[in-house]
């Protein structure tokens, strides 16, 4: 069965940092293009950052250019986002994405909250 799981979202002041990690089980994950999404209450999901499965081109949301970075390790099947210089705006749950059409798997998501 295939399954994706989220970690390492929390509470964090504005300006500081997190790294959130998704692994990757039962896919042949160099085959798939690897996205993070996000949603914030109230708001729709939108997609973050994008990595392709070559892993050799990204692109990411207007909001987060320059302050968050997408990598993955195929050694350990497991995307990344690093995220610098948070603002609050950036709370939001986050959901890795992993695709191959037809085949579309999702995180169950990890909660983002930054406040002083």
């Known amino acids: 069965q295939v399954h994706l799981a989220e970690s390492g979202g929390g509470l964090v002041q504005p300006g500081g940092s997190l790294r959130l990690s998704c692994v990757t089980t039962n896919i042949l994950f160099s085959q798939y293009d690897a996205r993070w999404y996000r949603q914030a209450p109230g708001k729709e999901r939108e997609l973050v950052a994008h990595l392709t499965s070559f892993g050799d081109m990204t692109d990411y949301a207007d909001a987060v250019k320059g302050r968050f970075t997408i990598s993955r390790d195929l050694s350990k099947a497991t995307m990344y986002l690093q995220m610098n210089n948070l603002k609050p705006e950036d709370t939001a749950t986050y959901y890795c994405?992993?695709?191959?059409?037809?085949?579309?798997?999702w995180g169950r998501g990890t909660q983002v909250t930054v406040s002083s």
């Open positions: 994405n992993a695709a191959l059409p037809p085949y579309s798997y």
